[in-house]
């Protein structure tokens, strides 16, 4: 089998496939962009997840063109940044990231961010649901969401967003928020999967990348597909693309996974999704 072929998929609340890895480019510069999506398709990648707010949609969508891949063999995420939440705005800017990527139709759309204190989220969301409708979106999610921003846009519009993609890693697992996910019937996807690199030096994840021969990252990547996460991890270095990748030859054993999640130390990278507001 191709490393292509034994990605995983996870099939969404909407019916929807999404392969259980892919590949993210946030601080990818949108000069790189191209080439480290061209590396990752020929590696093997058919998940790509950028953003507006990243400035390399045009990139994604060269690569994408010029792979000669076809379309329905790839999965493209793309996520509204934060001052185009409202209605109008949000139809406006998905209809520029549609562009920039060269895409008639996006397979996932996020909320890349609540900014609940702008209290647009709900209508933003409607707005999601009015562009799957008329089939420009496959998929309709969020990210970055927590328990009381989930349940009203649940309660309010009436659908459930099939992803939720939120930071997770050894040090930051989120137990809580993965379980209402399964109650309610959304995919975890998790952002900075190894932490930006932070959990590689973990006693323990070392112990056991020397233990099943693998990398680090390897092991930390391959406890997120075993606990069920869809993930996306970055580089821009062309080993590590292919290193990050090769997941599906080995498993960890019930001891390491639990091994690692004693290592939950509830420990962001990133910023607090209750109080971010950048951009708004
Ligand atoms: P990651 O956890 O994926 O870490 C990326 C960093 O780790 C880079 O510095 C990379 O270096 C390094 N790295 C990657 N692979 C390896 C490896 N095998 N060995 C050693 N080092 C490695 O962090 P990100 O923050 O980039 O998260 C991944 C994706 O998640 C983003 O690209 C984006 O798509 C998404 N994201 C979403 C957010 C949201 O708010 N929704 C927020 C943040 C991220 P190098 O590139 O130099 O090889």
Same mark, same amino acid.
């Given at each position: 089998?191709?490393?292509?072929?034994?990605?995983?998929?996870?099939?969404?609340?909407?019916?929807?496939?999404?392969?259980?890895?892919?590949?993210?480019?946030?601080?990818?510069?949108?000069?790189?962009?191209?080439?480290?999506?061209?590396?990752?398709?020929?590696?093997?990648?058919?998940?790509?997840?950028?953003?507006?707010?990243?400035?390399?949609?045009?990139?994604?969508?060269?690569?994408?063109?010029?792979?000669?891949?076809?379309?329905?063999?790839?999965?493209?995420?793309?996520?509204?940044?934060?001052?185009?939440?409202?209605?109008?705005?949000?139809?406006?800017?998905?209809?520029?990231?549609?562009?920039?990527?060269?895409?008639?139709?996006?397979?996932?759309? +996020?909320?890349?961010?609540? @900014?609940?204190?702008?209290?647009?989220? #709900?209508?933003?969301?409607? *707005?999601? !649901? /009015? =562009? &799957?409708?008329?089939?420009?979106?496959?998929?309709?999610?969020?990210?970055?969401?927590?328990?009381?921003?989930?349940?009203?846009?649940?309660?309010?519009?009436?659908?459930?967003?099939?992803?939720?993609?939120?930071?997770?890693?050894?040090?930051?697992?989120?137990?809580?928020?993965?379980?209402?996910?399964?109650?309610?019937?959304?995919?975890?996807?998790?952002?900075?999967?190894?932490?930006?690199?932070?959990? +590689?030096?973990?006693?323990? @994840?070392?112990?056991?990348?020397?233990? #099943?021969?693998?990398?680090? *990252?390897? !092991? /930390? =990547? &391959?406890?997120?597909?075993?606990?069920?996460?869809?993930?996306?991890?970055?580089?821009?270095?062309?080993?590590?693309?292919?290193?990050?990748?090769?997941?599906?030859?080995?498993?960890?054993?019930?001891?390491?996974?639990?091994?690692?999640?004693?290592?939950?130390?509830?420990?962001?990278?990133?910023?607090?999704?209750?109080?971010?507001?950048?951009?708004?």
């Amino acid at each position: 089998m191709s490393q292509t072929e034994q990605i995983p998929a996870v099939q969404l609340n909407d019916g929807v496939s999404i392969p259980q890895l892919g590949f993210g480019v946030f601080q990818v510069p949108p000069e790189d962009t191209e080439r480290a999506v061209t590396d990752a398709l020929e590696a093997g990648y058919r998940h790509i997840d950028t953003a507006a707010a990243y400035r390399n949609e045009a990139g994604v969508g060269k690569a994408i063109a010029a792979s000669g891949l076809p379309r329905d063999e790839l999965f493209i995420t793309t996520k509204l940044w934060n001052d185009q939440q409202g209605r109008e705005k949000t139809i406006q800017a998905f209809a520029a990231s549609a562009e920039r990527l060269a895409l008639d139709v996006v397979d996932l759309y +996020l909320i890349h961010w609540p @900014i609940a204190m702008a209290d647009r989220y #709900v209508e933003t969301f409607e *707005a999601f !649901v /009015t =562009l &799957r409708d008329e089939g420009r979106i496959r998929s309709i999610g969020v990210s970055n969401f927590q328990e009381d921003h989930l349940r009203r846009v649940i309660d309010e519009v009436g659908v459930t967003p099939s992803v939720n993609q939120v930071e997770l890693h050894p040090y930051l697992q989120q137990p809580g928020l993965r379980q209402l996910h399964e109650e309610l019937g959304i995919a975890t996807e998790a952002w900075s999967p190894i932490a930006q690199g932070a959990v +590689l030096d973990d006693p323990v @994840i070392r112990r056991i990348a020397q233990e #099943v021969d693998r990398t680090p *990252a390897q !092991v /930390t =990547l &391959r406890w997120h597909i075993q606990i069920g996460n869809v993930v996306i991890p970055k580089s821009v270095t062309p080993e590590r693309v292919r290193e990050n990748l090769a997941l599906f030859d080995f498993s960890l054993t019930d001891e390491h996974v639990d091994a690692i999640a004693a290592l939950d130390r509830d420990e962001r990278t990133g910023p607090d999704p209750a109080t971010f507001s950048l951009g708004a």
